[in-house]
């Protein structure tokens, strides 16, 4: 059992394409996360949303888009992709916002921007 | 503010020999320590984390890590490292009260047989 599940797995796309990376938990957390992880293996978080609502919203380009339909999904959309968009993109979870819960990652999405 | 540092990019060592990674940090406030661990091309894996209390934490496939609030460390440990535990490691930390978790750049371990 995937407790946090991220499609697609690999992404390939032209500059100034639109793409969208889905993300499921089965842990009946109420936070998720986006994180990027650049090609230095850096980790920076993106944004986390607590049961719908967005809490974290880092400074990220605004082509960049989160959207939780449920606390169990928090999708990304990502509008006209750019070369430096290029990154592993991780999605997590953990049971509440804050306090001292670990968050559990995702397998990652690898975004490759030609 | 918060900020982690991992002063190693690398740390090598033989297989059964100690494994050191050393972390320290920075919050205005109290701290929420976290390890996870990364292998290639996987997601990040919670190694153990501290919270309050015994300064001592154990955790995960042997490791264990110390909170030294004087020194601002959080230091992880194995007392006898395998092959298997090369990978990359974070630390992160989280100020109380705050909702984000800081990592730090991450130090790659490297076990020889």
């Known amino acids: 059992d995937t407790a946090v599940s991220q499609t697609p797995k690999y992404l390939v796309t032209q500059m100034g394409n639109d793409k969208s990376i889905k993300c499921e938990q089965n842990l009946g957390h109420d936070t998720m996360y986006w994180y990027k992880q650049d090609s230095k293996k850096f980790l920076k978080i993106m944004f986390s949303y607590n049961n719908k609502e967005l809490i974290i919203n880092e400074t990220v380009p605004n082509r960049f888009s989160p959207k939780s339909p449920d606390k169990a999904h928090l999708n990304l959309h990502i509008n006209s992709l750019e070369l430096g968009d290029s990154a592993v993109y991780f999605c997590a979870s953990s049971q509440i916002a804050g306090a001292g819960y670990e968050q559990y990652f995702g397998p990652g999405t690898r975004l490759t921007v030609t | 503010a918060q900020s982690v540092a991992q002063p190693e990019d690398q740390v090598n060592v033989a297989e059964g020999n100690p494994l050191t990674v050393k972390c320290t940090y920075s919050v205005s406030g109290n701290p929420y320590l976290f390890w996870y661990v990364q292998y290639p091309n996987r997601g990040l894996q919670f190694l153990l984390k501290?919270?309050?209390?015994?300064?001592l934490v154990k955790g995960s496939y042997g490791f264990e890590a110390e909170f030294n609030k004087s020194q601002t460390s959080f230091h992880l440990k194995k007392p006898s490292a395998l092959v298997s535990d090369s990978a990359l490691y974070f630390c992160?930390?989280?100020?109380?009260?705050?909702?984000?978790?800081?990592f730090g750049a991450g130090t790659t371990v490297t076990v020889r047989a």
């Open positions: 501290y919270i309050t209390g015994d300064n």
């Open positions: 992160a930390v989280r100020d109380m009260g705050d909702y984000k978790l800081s």
